[in-house]
């Protein structure tokens, strides 16, 4: 995610916490069940994120979502149903989906009618008529609709499914989103793959990850059928719909790229995506190979807040510039291919992102140690800007220092292993945790191996304190005059 400029320091995007709960008790009644958060926690629910406890859950391991829905954009209605593929982790008698403002009609697993019931403002309780073996594969169908919502966080912005000035809608959030639009397990920690059919009227175009597919026409509507089979969290998942002039292509490798621009957009951001090739091409040069199977971009032309790395086709704001479409695609590598464990690791994302941005400018021929140097000096007195910590930031503070600190740090880091290193280690970091979820602490020991530095203290003084680094740490060797 690329934050607005004047927004940076205050983040812009969640979801209300989804709840994934694994219930191992048949005899717990929904509808005696107390669904406050301290309670969810005591009974064990959540993936183990220590910011949003309740979201997620360890009892089932998500492989595909197949949703098919429709959209009306006049009425503002979507209806849905998804299918969901799954593995029982443990023992289940009952177990929990995320859905925030939908309404459920009918839930069936394994083919067979399940109870189901919705409590709080994201519950979806299900009861299979058997219980779900450790080991079983299941599927869960859920039919559903209504009005989708947009959140609105006191401390983190407006994020979900959101209309658009245009009349379509897109679904973009961080840290959370999917759960506006179909329900999910919503934790980065259950990536799984996504298979969507969006049925929306004549003359609407329906945009999402991966693979386009066949697209159908029938008495007035048009379904849209995508196909993402690398596993993705479900904050960058997406569905945009509008008039969309949309522009197809293929990077030099056949890799196929769709490109959708909202209506009153293509003159001023075409000659950006247009760049997208050779940023994709530069960025492999530095982090390896790039890691999705599809590529292109999703331009709106509402001024919200934000730009977000949905998987395979970022969606872009009316202000975004070239430097946010290097910042989003950076992301394909980190956040993307490699996701976080627990949000408290955001700053793997969202620093080396934001520090893919001064590369393009050092491959257009800034001297970045100059830049460096020049930055350091002018905020060294700024307690401020160097008062965020990057690592375990605490929640509602994932995004703040992330972009302008976290930058710095990551060349003062290569600055301190040096250039082969740093590159070396960051394809290998990309190649290990392709399609899997990496923590923070795993990439400081995977630098101290690659390095062969005890990096300890330059972690320690740059990512996980408040406050100016020492010299010794700020002034790596290889950035002194």
């Given at each position: 995610m690329?934050?607005?400029?004047?927004l940076?320091?205050?983040?812009?995007?969640v979801?209300?916490?989804g709840l994934?709960?694994?219930?191992?008790?048949p005899?717990?009644?929904?509808?005696r069940?107390?669904?406050?958060?301290?309670?969810?926690?005591?009974?064990?629910?959540?993936?183990?994120?220590?910011?949003?406890?309740?979201?997620?859950?360890?009892?089932?391991?998500v492989t595909?979502?197949?949703?098919?829905?429709?959209?009306?954009?006049?009425?503002?209605?979507?209806?849905g149903?998804?299918?969901?593929?799954?593995?029982?982790?443990?023992?289940?008698?009952?177990?929990?989906?995320?859905?925030?403002g939908?309404?459920?009609?009918?839930?069936?697993v394994?083919g067979?009618?399940?109870?189901f019931?919705?409590?709080?403002?994201?519950?979806?309780?299900?009861?299979?008529?058997?219980?779900?073996?450790?080991?079983?594969?299941?599927?869960?169908?859920?039919?559903?609709?209504?009005?989708?919502?947009?959140?609105?966080?006191?401390s983190?912005g407006?994020?979900?499914?959101?209309?658009?000035?245009?009349?379509?809608?897109?679904?973009?959030?961080?840290?959370?989103s999917?759960?506006?639009?179909?329900?999910?397990?919503?934790?980065?920690?259950?990536?799984?793959?996504l298979?969507?059919?969006?049925?929306v009227?004549?003359?609407?175009t329906?945009i999402?990850?991966?693979?386009?597919?066949?697209?159908?026409?029938d008495?007035?509507?048009?379904?849209?059928?995508?196909?993402?089979?690398?596993?993705?969290?479900?904050?960058?998942?997406?569905?945009?719909?509008?008039?969309?002039?949309?522009?197809?292509?293929?990077?030099?490798?056949?890799?196929?790229?769709?490109?959708?621009y909202a209506?009153?957009?293509?003159?001023?951001?075409?000659p950006?995506?247009?760049?997208?090739?050779?940023?994709?091409?530069?960025?492999?040069?530095?982090?390896?190979?790039?890691?999705?199977?599809?590529?292109?971009?999703?331009?709106?032309?509402?001024?919200?807040?934000?730009?977000l790395?949905?998987?395979?086709?970022?969606?872009?704001?009316?202000?975004?510039?070239?430097?946010?479409l290097?910042?989003?695609?950076?992301?394909?590598?980190?956040?993307?291919?490699?996701?976080?464990?627990?949000?408290?690791?955001?700053?793997?994302?969202?620093?080396?992102?934001?520090?893919?941005?001064?590369?393009?400018?050092?491959h257009?021929?800034?001297?970045?140690?100059?830049?460096?140097?020049d930055?350091?000096?002018?905020?060294?007195?700024?307690?401020?800007?160097?008062?965020?910590?990057l690592?375990?930031?605490?929640?509602?503070?994932?995004?703040?220092?992330?972009?302008?600190?976290g930058?710095?740090?990551?060349h003062?880091?290569?600055?301190?292993?040096?250039?082969?290193?740093?590159f070396?280690?960051?394809?290998?970091?990309?190649?290990?945790?392709?399609?899997?979820?990496?923590?923070?602490p795993?990439?400081?020991?995977?630098?101290?191996?690659?390095?062969?530095?005890?990096?300890?203290?330059?972690?320690?003084?740059?990512?996980?304190?408040?406050?100016?680094p020492?010299?010794?740490y700020?002034?790596p060797?290889?950035?002194?005059r």
């Amino acid at each position: 995610m690329k934050a607005r400029p004047y927004l940076i320091a205050l983040v812009l995007i969640v979801l209300v916490a989804g709840l994934l709960v694994v219930f191992r008790t048949p005899s717990n009644d929904p509808a005696r069940q107390d669904t406050s958060s301290e309670a969810a926690v005591e009974a064990g629910a959540g993936a183990g994120d220590p910011y949003y406890p309740t979201d997620g859950n360890s009892g089932y391991d998500v492989t595909l979502y197949d949703l098919a829905i429709t959209y009306d954009p006049e009425a503002k209605k979507l209806d849905g149903v998804a299918t969901i593929t799954a593995t029982a982790t443990e023992d289940l008698s009952r177990f929990n989906l995320d859905l925030e403002g939908l309404k459920v009609s009918e839930v069936k697993v394994g083919g067979q009618a399940a109870k189901f019931a919705q409590q709080g403002d994201h519950e979806l309780v299900i009861t299979p008529s058997a219980p779900l073996a450790q080991g079983r594969p299941f599927t869960a169908v859920v039919t559903y609709g209504g009005e989708p919502t947009t959140i609105n966080d006191a401390s983190l912005g407006r994020s979900g499914w959101q209309i658009s000035s245009t009349g379509g809608a897109f679904a973009a959030g961080q840290p959370h989103s999917a759960t506006t639009w179909f329900p999910a397990n919503d934790t980065p920690k259950d990536k799984a793959a996504l298979k969507i059919a969006a049925r929306v009227p004549d003359g609407w175009t329906a945009i999402s990850n991966g693979l386009e597919g066949p697209v159908t026409r029938d008495g007035g509507w048009t379904t849209f059928n995508w196909s993402e089979e690398t596993p993705l969290a479900t904050y960058v998942a997406t569905v945009a719909i509008d008039k969309f002039e949309v522009v197809r292509s293929t990077l030099p490798d056949g890799t196929p790229v769709v490109d959708a621009y909202a209506p009153g957009t293509s003159a001023a951001k075409k000659p950006i995506q247009d760049q997208a090739p050779e940023v994709l091409a530069y960025l492999a040069t530095k982090f390896g190979p790039y890691p999705q199977r599809a590529a292109g971009g999703i331009w709106v032309a509402d001024q919200i807040g934000f730009s977000l790395e949905t998987q395979t086709r970022p969606i872009y704001a009316a202000w975004a510039d070239l430097e946010t479409l290097v910042h989003e695609n950076a992301h394909m590598w980190f956040g993307d291919a490699v996701s976080i464990k627990n949000w408290a690791d955001i700053c793997i994302n969202e620093c080396l992102a934001s520090y893919a941005q001064w590369l393009w400018l050092e491959h257009e021929g800034e001297d970045l140690d100059q830049r460096y140097r020049d930055q350091v000096e002018q905020r060294r007195e700024r307690s401020s800007f160097w008062a965020p910590k990057l690592y375990d930031m605490g929640k509602g503070n994932e995004f703040r220092g992330v972009y302008d600190k976290g930058l710095l740090g990551m060349h003062a880091l290569r600055k301190q292993v040096g250039d082969d290193v740093f590159f070396k280690a960051l394809q290998s970091w990309v190649t290990g945790h392709r399609d899997g979820n990496a923590s923070w602490p795993e990439f400081e020991d995977h630098f101290k191996k690659a390095s062969g530095q005890d990096l300890t203290g330059f972690f320690k003084a740059w990512f996980r304190d408040s406050g100016i680094p020492d010299d010794q740490y700020l002034l790596p060797v290889g950035v002194r005059r």
